[in-house]
């Protein structure tokens, strides 16, 4: 089996490998590339930055036993992470199947990653993958996630979900969203707080857009 090319982001230039031992299976290579448009030291300590944070991400989440896949590698430039395969279906692409027990789901996994005090920071339904095998929605992208305490960072992570939400799921989003803090109130018991500021961080930007 050759490597292939998952995926070129504005970001990240992501490969499938398959095992060098020959095992089952594959790894995913996300390399995070040279931006010629930035100063190139500069570019390179935002890569190595965003890098390393996604690496120890991805290492606390697997301490955690959180569905995202396991890190396998961070490379010595530290702009390239080897991480699981997670073989499945994109949300973007079944949230529709079944979006209400999908909804509730995503609603239960991000309150227990704010729980954490686990920001993911780009939470849409093309970072999150229902695995073939655990039958589970698994979360990928950590690349602009980060440790954070403030209920501030937690409102602005759901705010972002929704607009994720409405632009890609537009027929169905309002009940997605309903349904996704359904679930959210049901783990965190911070959930009030959380719910009063984004109610607000969703004000300031509907005033902001005017
Ligand atoms: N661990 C993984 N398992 C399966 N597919 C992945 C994995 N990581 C990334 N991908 C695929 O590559 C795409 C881009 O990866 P992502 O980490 O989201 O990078 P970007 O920052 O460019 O969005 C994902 O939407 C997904 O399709
Ligand atoms: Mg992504």
Redesign the pocket.
Known sequence: MAVTI??T????V?EKHPHKDGSAGSF?V?KRVEKTYRHPMLDKSLRQFRTRREAKILQTLQTLGFPA?NLQHLNDRETEIH????EGD?VKDILEENHVLYSREIGRRVAELHMKDIIHGDLTT??M?RCKETQKIHF??F?LSKISDKVEDKAVDLHLLERALESKHHKIFKECFENVKIAYAEINPQHQLVFERYEKVRTRGRNKAK
Do not use: R, V
């Open positions: 998952l995926d982001g504005a970001e990240a992501i995913i996300k896949p991480m699981q395969y997670i994109k093309s970072n993958i990928i992208d690349g």
